[in-house]
């Protein structure tokens, strides 16, 4: 078990009828951003709902923040909040009446729930907007509505199920930023679900990766995205000047675009790149260390390539029992 842990889970199984959402799963979390990725029907859902003892497991067992998920969920639901997947939203009510009475049914008395559910709309970013009915919201502000009944409780932890699903880029952005300050400014530890593996670059301290119920990977997120032996150099033009200069002098080059990939042999090479730069008398924009990315630990070992585009990448779904036809009907 790691120190400070808030859940652990030990052999975790979920068998639905046709199906084994989760599988033996043995994982613990530690206080900060944690996010669980995984491709659609990874299990990412079941797992939540079981941490929030709302489903009961098949096998193995559970514990988050000390209490036990089958025997303590009432006291679970207490301290933790949760912002579930799909729209759950009523209509007809507005934002405010709405987050005044989720936190009325986690026990604060009137009073109390309306600063609160005003203090919690504010940090989300819902304004005047929070008078309004709901039915008439963007999906952006209807994720906001969820993000703020997770929280109007002052939780220890959150669990957030997708929160980002449906959202435009800028949207996304948003809701990362919130997501990030719930972290660091209120002090409340997150677990965030995404199938998107780079979304959660930004924001995580640690990321667990499942895959057909199973763990494929847990690290820091320092681990997955390590420093790599390369600069990146940008220069608005003469790119292939720089690049021919710089292979005369030894280094190892390749050109995309308008940026230069450089090993980086040596610290002789930033020198070397320097001074180029300067006889060539160019533009330079950028020079910075390569990182690697979340998605780069997975390309090459995944069972299906990670397609390469600016949007953040989707975790390859590899064949996996999951993947095979279920009773949708019956999810929650
Ligand atoms: N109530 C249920 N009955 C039968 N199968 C289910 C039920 N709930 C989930 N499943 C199946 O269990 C597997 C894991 O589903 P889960 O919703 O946990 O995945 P997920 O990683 O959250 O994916 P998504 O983001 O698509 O919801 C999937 O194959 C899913 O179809």
């Keep these: 078990m790691r120190s400070s842990t808030i859940i652990t889970t030990d052999e975790l199984s979920k068998r639905y009828p046709r199906v084994t959402a989760l599988d033996r799963l043995t994982v613990d979390i530690g206080p900060g951003v944690t996010g669980l990725v995984g491709a659609n029907g990874a299990g990412k859902s ?32 207490k301290v933790v909040g ?10 007809d009510v507005s ?39 709901i039915g008439g919201y963007s999906t952006g502000m209807k994720q906001r509505v969820k993000l703020a009944q997770a929280l109007v409780h002052d939780p220890r932890l959150v669990f957030l199920d997708e ?22 400014e209120f002090g409340i530890s997150v677990l965030v679900t995404s199938h998107l593996l780079g979304e959660l670059e930004r924001v995580c301290d640690h990321v667990i990766v499942i895959d057909g119920g199973r763990l494929l990977r847990s690290s820091a997120l320092s681990e997955f995205t390590q420093a ?12 292939q000047a720089l690049a021919d200069r710089l292979m005369d002098a030894g280094e190892t080059v390749t050109v995309h675009g ?16 320097r001074d180029a730069v ?7 924009i950028r020079l910075e260390q390569n990182r690697q990315r979340i998605e780069d630990v997975f390309r090459g070992s995944a069972a299906e390539p990670v397609p390469s585009h600016s949007e953040p990448a989707a975790v390859p779904a590899a064949p996996s029992p999951s993947s095979s036809p279920t009773t949708e009907q019956a999810r929650g």
């Design 258 to 273: 308008r940026r230069l990939t450089v090993l980086v042999r040596s610290p002789q090479t930033y020198d070397t790149i």
């Design 163 to 184: 929160p980002t699903n449906g959202l435009d880029p800028q949207g996304r952005d948003e809701m990362l930023d919130l997501i990030r300050r719930i972290g660091t």
């Design 228 to 239: 790599t032996q390369n600069v990146s150099v940008e220069v608005e033009e003469g790119q």
């Design 46 to 77: 079941t797992l939540i709902k079981i941490l929030l003892g709302l489903l009961v497991p098949s096998g193995g067992r559970a514990e988050v923040l000390g209490m036990d998920v089958v025997t303590r969920g009432p006291d679970i639901r």
């Design 278 to 284: 300067c006889d060539l008398d160019l533009h330079l």
């Design 95 to 133: 934002a405010t009446e709405f987050v005044v009475h989720m936190a009325q049914m986690s026990g604060l008395p009137r009073t109390a729930a309306r600063e609160r559910a005003a203090d919690t709309l504010r940090h989300v970013g819902l304004y005047e907007e929070r008078y309004r009915p």
């Design 82 to 91: 949760y912002m579930p997947e799909h729209d759950c939203l009523p209509p």
